[in-house]
């Protein structure tokens, strides 16, 4: 079965950072196009970065883009969000997901990890 473990959630102050991972198994993770999602307390589930399963295409929701930066490391079978510049609006559960294409189309996501941005 697919499995998706992200780590590395907590709490930060405007303008930190944060780095997730996610470990990733039961699949062929070289070969698939991956995905971080996020979902605030009351909001949909949204699309906010690709990634190609080479990394030679990454995509960005346009309200990340220059802060946030996905990638990969395909011999771990991990994937990776840096989050730099972090606002009180980045809060959310952040989760990963394998995807068909890079830009949200879902095949499975993971439990999610929790990131909080507060002074």
């Known amino acids: 079965q697919v499995q998706l473990v992200e780590s590395g959630g907590g709490l930060a102050q405007p303008g930190g950072s944060l780095r997730l991972s996610c470990a990733a198994s039961g699949f062929t993770f070289s070969s698939s196009a991956m995905s971080w999602a996020r979902q605030a307390p009351g909001k949909g589930r949204e699309w906010i970065a690709g990634i190609w399963s080479d990394s030679s295409e990454r995509n960005y929701v346009d309200s990340v883009k220059g802060r946030f930066t996905i990638s990969r490391d395909n011999a771990k079978n991990t994937l990776y969000l840096q989050m730099n510049s972090l606002k009180p609006e980045d809060t959310a559960v952040y989760y990963c997901?394998?995807?068909?294409?890079?830009?949200?189309?879902?095949?499975?996501w993971g439990q999610g990890t929790q990131v909080t941005v507060a002074s």
């Open positions: 997901a394998k995807d068909r294409t890079g830009w949200g189309d879902w095949d499975s």
